[in-house]
């Protein structure tokens, strides 16, 4: 008899190597389905993920799935590999959007890990892994740099000396994937939901997002399995009793397509997330709370060879329970407003206005 | 810097005007997953939208989507111009469908307004609009009157005198849209799960739906965000507990498409729903209520042509936390009994008996 | 006017006949949605259900829809004819799976009485029933024994004398149905999550799946509307209060669905269910509960021809609020351990190793 338990508890630190490539189980074949549920969980209203008609307008061959949602797929394929024994998620950087995808494309997910440094304690240690999911011909849909904070399986294991990667602070506008094919000359402001085009949006600007949507434990579980992320603390609430919260915590990236959809009110025609420069879960969000959501400006930069459409550098921050018109973010102090739940530094293309 | 706010916060009374026109954003493409997440938020069973089979041999190409899904897409794309600001929906007239809408269909929504009058308090008024919904093609899928009470900006705004459209009072039987190509010749009674046709049903008789569906608040906003309706009041709970309810409304939607599916005990050959007379949400519904509904059969009606199919115009009553072996409607006094949530009036086409 | 009363309130014990045969209402076309819905409901990850790309690769057109979820719509179908007056559901046999199920393919249903055995208190009666699903071309996807025990309409009726059918204690692994055109030669044991297959397997080992998953009422209540079941013990909220339970009960199939989904760990590369040999739904579920299971493998059988696949028989248990590292089952009395609330008995179908 096999004596082997064949439970798969996934990795702990001393289980990783500088160098390693991990391929991720389970292929997902994304479909139209998961564009509807996508706009079911989160309320989203971008037309370009919506209407078939508005993608082809604007050179697509149909309306891609939305840019968050292939987050969402990827990133739950890396978990019962990379983070399943997490203490916390520390950070995303170098963080791309490639190719569209459209459904009946195939995404497949691997990893190689880029740095371990163990912590003093010697209990846990942070892994930095690049994060690469394609579609079924190769190419690459998102492409990440991501760091963990994950439990040693054995405090006493002896590990290798520390190597810390250096990812780059932001992703710069020249880096940024247009898809091919895009063209904006028809682009249509009235079905897209907004006047504003790139032109009328500067650095310092706050916009209010105003609407805010309740988060139920049966939502977030939902998206959760639907991204087949094996993080138990979503969806046990058993186990959850015996936390720290004593419940259930949201997925974090439940949050993050929230407050994009809640984005769309003053960003409609923010039609692509682009890139992530950086991403903070600032506190953890439960059933039953209610997220509202602003954004700050921070940057307008155009593409090189683009007349047509330029990047829009936004910090968009989530709050719960906590309506938006005061401008929940970082106090004086350095500290973020107890309402804060997340804190995102992203890129957006819109469309310009024709010279 | 852009000093005008981004956000959109939609029309107040005096924004509208008689005559404008006005399209909406966020066209849509519907799928085959708006099928099945029809029937897996309602239940529903009626056999021409479950089966592509049973579409088939009655002549059209495949399942057509629900018709209340339609329904339901159209005027979630009005809230954001019409409705986000209105204190009450007060009624819907020359209510029509048009031709079915099948998966891959994408629809934009217009409306024009045809009448405006201020209330007396000066602090909103009413607005009626037509509005339409359109496939790809330009074809009508759905066209109605509504009117809302909408609140004022400024109770002080100076506005036009009033204009008050007579909309029919119900939609005749030979206004009622067939939709082309449909044959009932091969109607299967036993696939449909009723062997009541259109001679069957007498005005006066009355129809226990027997059923009950409880409706969670994660069900009902579920709905409202896939039809990417952003009236705040459905999933909002922050919001909610300072309103006068203290939580959370159900979308009246919901309610309409429950009480449908319901009926199917019933009205089972009632494969299409061609028109609404009247319809009113009489009490709200909140997470945690169980919908059950009852119908009265008003009258039989042939339609022009049509040995194959008739119309019968039904009036169903749904009822919370209240089975309906008692017929709750309206009472001597002319009042509703206090468990009806529910009134609708509208014309069902049904299988005729072979000559 | 009618005097029947046109409500459907199914069949009582009196009203079966050895020999009856029953086509059931609404057939039912399964899409994509089906299958991105059955990873929402349940988290399930199994690569050949997942990926179009994997299941090409062993030999099929695309992804099959995932066992489970074809029997949850063949049951559903059978709820309004056969056991929505049904007492207990009392077991099942001779359950085997036909030709795979593929988005697109429309499932109709139908039942023969083979049985009828009156109770000796005169209220109620066992019912047996083959019931087989079939996809539009005729072919057999499910089939399978079920007998419930029935109330009478009226005690005083009189009935036949019993018939007691005897069906199979098991599937004979030479009954077993493997898909046509399947091959495993290029069976890819990363993209599948595990590198055991047949042969590492042995009668008596144990699994433990680790995981749990919380199971809320939205959740049942979606999948049971999704199957078009009527039982009402599921949905109604209002009618639960007042039964013995005092609220819904889940439906059994999530149950059975959701434990699937966590033999993933441990079972991955079980691919195909393609027999149930014994099942019970030992006690019920409710919202809140979280649910775990473990595995026994029973038996490793050879199957005819195949150098390439064979069958696994596995006892899995569901357990709630109880996680299955202390291999809850059958305690030394003989009966159950209080956490269990599923006993299953199946086939599965694993990838062998190249010879």
Redesign the interface.
Known sequence: ??TK?????GNFFEDFKVGQEI?H?????L???????N?????????IN?????ARAVGLPR?PLDDLLVFHVVIGKTV?DISVNAVANLGYAEFRWGVPVY??D?L?VSSTVLGLRENSNRTSGVVWVRSTGIN?RGEMVLDYIRWVMVHKRDPAAVVSAPVVPKPAASVAPADLIVPAGLSLAGYDD?????P?RWE???A??R????????L????H??????Y?N?A?VH?????GKSTRFGR?LAYGGHVISLARALSF????NGFRVAAVNAGSHVAPTFG?D?IYAWSEVLERAPLPGRADLGALRVRTYAAK?C?CGSWPGKEADGKYHPAVVLDLDYWLLLPRRAA
Do not use: C, W
């Not at 189980?25 to 074949?29: F, G, I, L, S, V």
């Not at 479909?31 to 549920?37: H, Q």
């Not at 706009?39 to 037309?47: D, W």
């Not at 009235?190 to 907004?194: H, M």
């Open positions: 008899m096999s338990s064949k439970t798969e508890g391929r189980a389970t292929p997902r074949t479909t139209e389905a998961d564009a509807a549920l706009v079911a969980l989160y309320g989203s209203r971008f037309a919506s209407s078939d008609e508005f309306a019962p459904p009946g195939t497949s079924q009235v079905a897209a939901g907004s504003y009328d949006y500067e310092g600007e916009i209010d997002h105003v609407s805010g949507i309740t139920e434990d049966s939502d579980m939902f998206s959760t399995r639907l087949q094996t138990r969806f046990d609430a058993h186990a259930r009110n003053g960003l409609a039953g209610t329970d309506p």
